[in-house]
């Protein structure tokens, strides 16, 4: 064999010179660390320069390496400054968590593991079903509950609905699907639920036109008596009602649907109870709030993120589900390729890819048991109950001010406002909060996001930030202030 071939044989993709390699790693984390500690300092988000957004959209196929520590100084100058600002103290914008410290140097080592988290005989697998268990613990469900980790509420909660629908279609709908002629599945969620739903209808196969959406009360929370009106009338024409979603913390407003009445409801009619619990469910985890999501615990499935407001790091999710059997007689399955044996590395089988749709699956769950085991519950649960304080100061700032008007209830860590003047109609009020809103990002002040309230344009406070302060808060009001008046300034100059 010639020189080159065998170089060419035992060449790998690890450090040329490790050494070298270990120095850039101590820097990567130094600086990442000095960007975290630095974040105060920073704006919360600021756009892209034009020829920066230009030459990273456009740059050609790398065939020959540029070499590590260059490719790290494109990132550190092109990349790291640019991010949409969700670790910002002043970030409030969706829903998006984050990040710890320590979980983001478990994620590291989660990587630098790389294990296959189907099962196997691993220590790794070991980790994940004890953060499910955690998981069950907190949230009040059985501790023989199953569960499974997900990248994020949406794959969550549709998994939810595919159990549900396993277990309350009448057939094998594993074998038969749903073209067999049996009477078409009927899902019933409030109006307030989120979007994920019409996904999952659609890649279910139930279809949107099978999906029922519930009208809400003054308080957004899903009417129980529409609902059983809409069940009664389905029945009557020949539908199978087979799942009814509760919200526990609306993405628009953070209500919570009556989870005990849902629960009443749902055990009288035969349906199965899923909660989409995305932010609201980790409520829980104080004993101050938890009794705004009491029902929870009597949840047939719950999904829920800890990458939301829990602090962790993107992606992380939990489902839970009451049932074992009834969850991986959704989604398990035996080739002989992945057989499970009594001993050797498969030893144990593949647990997690018959709790999902994932066979191939990462460390997830490291992040969560090492924040978990370095802080404990209750310091997570304080940054909670601070945060709802906070929501509330801005709550009450909002109604103490004449040029701002709260639009909807605040019952847990989401605020919903705008900037309001005389003599403007409807029309013109959104047409300058909008605007108001795209000052308060554009400026770096902070990022609140918009949603709809009873037809209005509203600027969206959602506080799932272990960073923010009081003074944050307060400076979040001003800002408000500050740039809708010169919007009002400038429009009755025209």
């Not at 001010?401 to 639009?407: D, F, I, R, S, Y």
């Amino acid at each position: 064999m010639s020189q080159r071939q065998d170089a060419g044989n035992t060449q790998s993709m690890d450090p040329k010179d490790w050494e070298s390699f270990r120095a850039l790693s101590h820097q990567m984390v130094d600086d990442i660390l000095g960007h975290l500690q630095d974040l105060p300092n920073q704006p919360t988000w600021q756009p892209i320069p034009r020829d920066l957004a230009e030459r990273l959209s456009t740059e050609e196929l790398p065939r020959h390496g540029q070499g590590e520590q260059a490719a790290y100084n494109q990132f550190f100058q092109d990349v790291l400054p640019y991010p949409n600002g969700n670790l910002h103290p002043r970030y409030f914008g969706w829903v998006q968590g984050n990040g710890i410290p320590l979980a983001h140097m478990a994620d590291m080592l989660a990587s630098a593991m790389n294990p296959h988290l189907s099962g196997f005989n691993q220590a790794p697998a070991l980790v994940e079903k004890q953060v499910v268990k955690w998981m069950a613990e907190l949230m009040g469900f059985p501790a023989d509950s199953s569960g499974v980790l997900e990248s994020g509420g949406t794959m969550g909660n549709i998994l939810g609905l595919a159990v549900a629908r396993w277990a309350k279609a009448g057939y094998d709908v594993r074998k038969e699907g749903l073209q067999s002629g049996h009477p078409p599945m009927t899902v019933y969620c409030s109006s307030e639920t989120h979007g994920w739903i019409t996904k999952g209808v659609e890649l279910l196969g139930i279809g949107t036109a099978y999906l029922r959406k519930v009208p809400v009360n003054a308080a957004f929370e899903m009417e129980v008596g529409e609902l059983s009106k809409m069940l009664d009338e389905d029945v009557a024409a020949g539908y199978r009602p087979i799942c009814v979603i509760g919200t526990a913390g609306t993405v628009n407003t953070g209500a919570t649907d009556d989870l005990h009445a849902l629960a009443d409801l749902c055990h009288a009619r035969n349906l199965w109870f899923h909660v989409d619990g995305a932010f609201g469910a980790l409520a829980r985890l104080s004993p101050e709030l938890a009794p705004i999501v009491d029902g929870i615990e009597r949840a047939d499935s719950l999904a829920f993120d800890l990458h939301k407001w829990m602090y962790l790091p993107f992606e992380l999710a939990c489902l839970l589900v009451r049932d074992d059997n009834a969850h991986t007689g959704t989604f398990a399955f035996a080739p002989s390729y992945i057989a499970g044996l009594e001993r050797g590395v498969i030893a144990g089988g593949l647990p997690f890819s018959d709790r999902g749709v994932d066979l191939t699956r990462g460390f997830k769950a490291l992040k969560a048991w090492m924040c978990l085991k370095a802080y404990g519950v209750d310091a997570f649960a304080q940054c909670i109950e601070r945060n709802v304080r906070q929501t509330r100061r801005l709550a009450a700032a909002v109604e103490a001010h004449p040029n701002l008007e709260l639009l909807a209830p605040a019952p847990l860590n989401v605020v919903c406002l705008r900037f309001v003047a005389d003599g403007f109609s409807e029309e013109a009020l959104d047409a300058l909060n909008l605007e108001t809103l795209l000052r308060i990002q554009e400026s770096g002040d902070a990022v609140p996001s918009s949603t709809l309230v009873n037809g209005h344009f509203a600027i969206r406070v959602c506080n799932v930030n272990h960073r923010t302060t009081d003074a944050d808060i307060d400076f979040l009001v001003a800002s408000t202030l500050k740039h809708g008046e010169a919007v009002l300034s400038g429009q009755r100059q025209l």
